[in-house]
């Protein structure tokens, strides 16, 4: 088992900064690949960003390249989401997800374990 617990959300204007993060407890961190989701209201879950389990190799959803940046530090059991020049449609609620291997995948089906969410709400 693997426990998610995600911070940082909140609310900030147009162009703002936020930078989530993701404790992870149980399982081997170091050995899961990490991914960010969003779930806006009436809209279907989806995917954001992701990161292998070293670190050297991550993807990105097209909307957020250069502005979303991901990382991890497996001293920490801590996974990051950096988030600059956010925009009104960045509003959603951002999860952190776990998978039980190394490799990067970036459907919602393809990972075992789920934090609560945090909401991240950008206001024009």
């Known amino acids: 088992q693997v426990q998610l617990v995600e911070s940082g959300g909140g609310l900030v204007q147009t162009g703002g900064s936020l930078r989530l993060s993701c404790v992870a407890s149980?399982?081997?961190?170091?050995?899961?690949?990490m991914g960010w989701f969003r779930q806006a209201p009436g809209k279907e879950r989806e995917f954001v960003t992701a990161?292998?389990?070293?670190?050297?190799?991550?993807y990105y959803t097209e909307s957020v390249k250069g502005r979303f940046t991901i990382s991890r530090d497996n001293a920490k059991n801590t996974a990051y989401l950096q988030m600059n020049s956010l925009k009104p449609e960045d509003t959603a609620v951002y999860y952190c997800a776990a998978r039980n291997s190394k490799v990067v995948l970036t459907t919602t089906e393809a990972y075992a374990y789920w934090g609560q969410g945090t909401q991240v709400t950008v206001s024009s």
């Open positions: 149980g399982r081997t961190f170091s050995s899961s690949a």
């Open positions: 990161i292998n389990w070293s670190g050297d190799s991550t």
